[in-house]
């Protein structure tokens, strides 16, 4: 099914930022390729959707976190489909909030293989090419926690803020090389029902009504600046990006927020 577009592949494909960069991407002239753990049936609704609206798309299940996974993705978009001009890294690395002690060390590495891991192994299995070809961008989806780390929060925490470095460090070695590098630090509270919706399960509802129309961030928005970022002219590269919604306090000044935080006070809190 070789392309004669480029190709977006979206590591993390959700109904939410992942699934509207992808539509996003394709409505520009891309060729989407959505990629996700589960959910096949979600995964072929979203190529529909983008392929009704007259764009090109394609999707496959992954395991980011299994061996060779992400590296044999790319070797066959490469070989199949067509040279990747951009890519979304946008899995989370959120295993809910934790005490320490409820913390195991199992579960430490997964956030951090999800978290941190997997931008390097796609950095490394895609730059070679796109240093080849002179040009190419990695876009990495961040939140809050790569700025601050909060209580219950230490996995997720230390693979943001490792995620945040690490996109730093290959900015360093690649964007002299044509390969441009963008941490899109989301802060705020996404309308995403594939993530902070399951989240809060049955308060979901309830907290985006709290939240009021224009109190979340929006993903179809969201994929704007993403879109922006990709464009970008290399004089004037963007290489780390802040959002959230007009209304909330941005992380340097802000308190946890008191519905999701970890102190028991809130949706996602431990049960008291």
Request: glycine share 12%; with cysteine.
């Given at each position: ?38 959910d096949q049936d979600g995964l072929e ?31 066959r978009i490469e070989r199949d489909i ?15 909030n934790r005490a320490l002690e409820n ?170």
């Amino acid at each position: 099914m070789a392309q004669d577009k480029p190709v977006f592949l979206v590591i993390g494909a959700g109904a939410g930022i992942g699934g509207h960069a992808a539509a996003r991407f394709a409505a520009g002239g891309y060729h989407a390729v959505l990629a996700r753990r589960s959910d096949q049936d979600g995964l072929e609704r979203l190529v529909r959707q983008i392929e009704d609206a007259g764009g090109s798309a394609s999707g496959t299940l992954l395991d980011a976190a299994a061996d060779r996974s992400m590296e044999e993705l790319v070797e066959r978009i490469e070989r199949d489909i067509g040279p990747i001009g951009c890519a979304l890294y946008n899995l989370g690395a959120q295993i809910g909030n934790r005490a320490l002690e409820n913390t195991p060390h199992k579960t430490f590495e997964l956030g951090w293989r999800l978290g941190c891991f997997g931008v390097f192994r796609l950095a490394y299995a895609m730059f070679p090419a796109m240093v080849e070809r002179g040009k190419g961008t990695l876009l990495v989806t961040s939140a809050t926690a790569a700025m601050r780390g909060n209580a219950g929060q230490h996995s997720h925490a230390a693979a943001m803020g490792g995620r945040r470095m690490l996109c730093q460090t290959l900015n360093a070695e690649f964007a002299p090389k044509g390969v441009h590098v963008a941490h899109v630090v989301v802060d705020g509270s996404v309308n995403a029902p594939d993530t902070l919706g399951k989240l809060l399960g049955d308060k979901w509802e309830d907290y985006k009504a709290m939240k009021g129309p224009d109190g979340m961030i929006d993903p179809a928005a969201l994929a704007e600046t993403y879109w922006h970022l990709a464009q970008q002219p290399r004089n004037c590269w963007s290489h780390e990006v802040d959002v959230r919604p007009h209304d909330d306090v941005p992380w340097w000044n802000d308190n946890p927020n008191p519905q999701i935080d970890s102190t028991g006070k809130g949706f996602a809190g431990p049960k008291t």
